[in-house]
């Protein structure tokens, strides 16, 4: 009876640490991140033009990056799987909370529609105005005296009550006042205004500052109602295929022309289309979702930047190479400005 009770003891043993190391293999957290194709999503859904619906017969499509925390067993998986990557949660996040990470995103998104906005309307000769709100806090440095004060999302509106429209309008002032004088800034967060007084920082030998890495807060406003929903997506990659949907819409112009396109890269006030991370995974979306073309951003390869690139490739020759391996008969496009993305869509 005793040998009886000892084997089941046993196998009750084996049985527990054979759950246990499974929940720890599918479940337990690691320090890191796996990034893996994501969706390839119709814009067609996202943007509402007042009295201008979409014309084309064909798609848009914002490309994403599926990003999730890995565990033991998704980590040996993308080991193993040469299209996901392992990257380090200090390298994705930048040491940031969850939560601030999120709002960062967040604001990057908003920020990067605004600027869509504007340039189609632009585009399509629509009347279009931006305001300047004030500068929007993507971190507080450590060595900042604000840093109990002001947090990542907050926008300061004025410094010792001079406000200015740019940022740099900002910076200058602050740069002109002695290491160690007090400022009074003025903020906004979640709608209310607040005010915090404390010491400026050195930041070079020659500058002082708040200390905290900034950007610049606007808001668009146009004569025709538009409407951009992102959904659950963030960051600022999108803003070249919102702003070819938004001028879609508000010119009447079938860009589209039955095709299925899709692409990613930033867009700037000036029209210009910026580097984005993670390509490679978005050009296997794309195929995934049926595209033909995809409009990835172009910069001239130097030596000197391809030491800093993702992969020693710019977004152009990394698209490329994925598409040849992964998406055999789509179309890399390379684009450098909204107008050559639009040239090349009409012609």
Not at 191 to 205: A, D, I, P, Y
Not at 232 to 261: A, C, N, V, W
Not at 315 to 339: I, L
């Amino acid at each position: 009876m005793k040998k009886q009770d000892n084997r089941i003891l046993r196998w009750i043993a084996i049985t527990l640490g054979i759950v246990l190391f499974l929940g720890w293999f599918l479940l337990w957290p690691l320090n890191s991140y796996i990034e893996a194709p994501g969706s390839a999503t119709n814009l067609r859904s996202f943007v509402s033009v007042k009295g201008h619906p979409d014309p084309g017969k064909g798609s848009f499509m914002i490309t994403s990056v599926a990003l999730q925390q890995a565990r033991p067993a998704t980590y040996l998986l993308a080991k193993a799987v040469p299209y996901m990557s392992i990257e380090k949660a200090s390298d994705v996040t930048g040491g940031q909370s969850g939560a601030t990470f999120d709002r960062v995103q967040d604001f990057y998104m908003k920020s990067s529609i605004n600027e869509a906005i504007a340039v189609a309307y632009k585009a399509a000769h629509q009347q279009v105005t931006k305001k300047y709100l004030g500068i929007y806090v993507l971190q507080v440095q450590s060595n900042s005296k604000f840093k109990h004060a002001i947090k990542v999302g907050d926008t300061i509106t004025k410094v010792n009550g001079r406000h200015y429209n740019t940022a740099q309008g900002f910076q200058k002032y602050i740069g002109k006042q002695k290491v160690g004088s007090p400022l009074t800034v003025t903020y906004v967060r979640n709608g209310h205004t607040h005010q915090t007084t404390h010491k400026l920082v050195r930041l070079t030998s020659t500058r002082s500052g708040i200390g905290i890495i900034l950007t610049n807060n606007m808001k668009v406003k146009t004569k025709i109602p538009v409407k951009v929903n992102p959904g659950q997506l963030g960051g600022p990659s999108g803003g070249l295929m919102f702003t070819l949907q938004i001028y879609e819409q508000i010119s009447g112009h079938d860009l589209q022309r039955g095709r299925k396109i899709a692409g990613t890269g930033t867009i700037s006030s000036d029209g210009t289309v910026g580097e984005i991370g993670g390509i490679d995974k978005k050009v296997i979306a794309a195929h995934r979702a049926g595209a033909t073309i995809f409009l990835a951003p172009y910069v001239k390869p130097t030596k000197l930047l391809l030491k800093y690139e993702e992969g020693h490739q710019t977004n152009y020759q990394m698209a490329k190479k994925t598409a040849k391996r992964y998406a055999p008969g789509m179309k890399v496009v390379p684009v450098s400005s909204f107008k050559q993305a639009v040239h090349y869509l009409e012609k």
